[in-house]
């Protein structure tokens, strides 16, 4: 199975902060990776999918990139709508899929 | 519009087997070449891959669930459904249903108690 390594756990930022989260994969999954920002008592929502895609709707802000077995978020300048919790998740459609443990992005 | 919605008993005695059902308007299940799948979030923590069912009807399920896990399609009534075996306690969780990783469910509560 692809485990999915997801880097900090816990992140304190400011508004206005350019922001980074990491995901490893254990092997490779080449481009298939998507980005969710969850927000207690809701669904995730995704940000960015085949990694760098960004879904319709999302500001400009976020921003994903790399392939094989890293992968990285950014958010350009944080803002108070993006303190959230973030999943990476592969879907490789010859294996099962996989989440990483998610990142809280928290006020600091 | 594609919208999915999850239903199914909000309790399940340990034991006994969770069914749910998401229903899916404004696309069709069996014409679409897409993935169709759940997840789970226990209270408070993380997301969970269940598994997934090809429109042509293949399928991948977790291998932490797979020998309680039955994923499938019925394309009369355009429905995804999840049977879960022998639950316990720590299938208590929020279960949302998917098209692959862009258009999800609210999700629904689940919780296995007796």
């Known amino acids: 199975d692809i485990q999915m390594t997801q880097s900090p756990s816990t992140l304190s930022a400011s508004v206005g902060d350019r922001v980074t989260i990491t995901c490893r994969a254990s092997q490779s999954i080449n481009n298939w990776l998507a980005w969710y920002q969850q927000k207690p008592g809701k669904a995730p929502k995704v940000l960015i999918y085949l990694a760098s895609s960004l879904e319709s709707g999302v500001p400009s802000r976020f921003s994903g990139s790399g392939s094989g077995t890293e992968f990285t978020l950014t958010i350009s300048s944080l803002q108070p709508d993006d303190f959230a919790t973030y999943y990476c998740q592969q879907y490789n459609p010859y294996s099962p899929w996989t989440f990483g443990q998610g990142t809280k992005v928290e006020i600091k | 519009q594609l919208r999915l919605q999850e239903s199914g008993p909000g309790l399940v005695k340990p034991s006994e087997t969770l069914s749910l059902t998401c229903t899916v308007s404004g696309a069709s299940i069996s014409s679409s070449s897409h993935y169709w799948g759940w997840i789970r979030q226990p209270p408070g923590k993380g997301l969970e891959w269940i598994g997934r069912?090809?429109?042509?009807?293949?399928?991948y399920y977790n291998p932490s669930l797979k020998s309680r896990v039955t994923i499938s399609v019925d394309t009369s009534k355009n429905q995804l459904s999840l049977k879960l075996d022998s639950v316990t306690a720590a299938d208590t969780a929020v279960y949302y249903c998917?098209?692959?990783?862009?258009?999800w469910g609210q999700g629904t509560l689940v919780t296995v108690s007796s």
């Open positions: 069912i090809y429109y042509s009807g293949n399928t």
């Open positions: 998917a098209r692959a990783v862009r258009f």
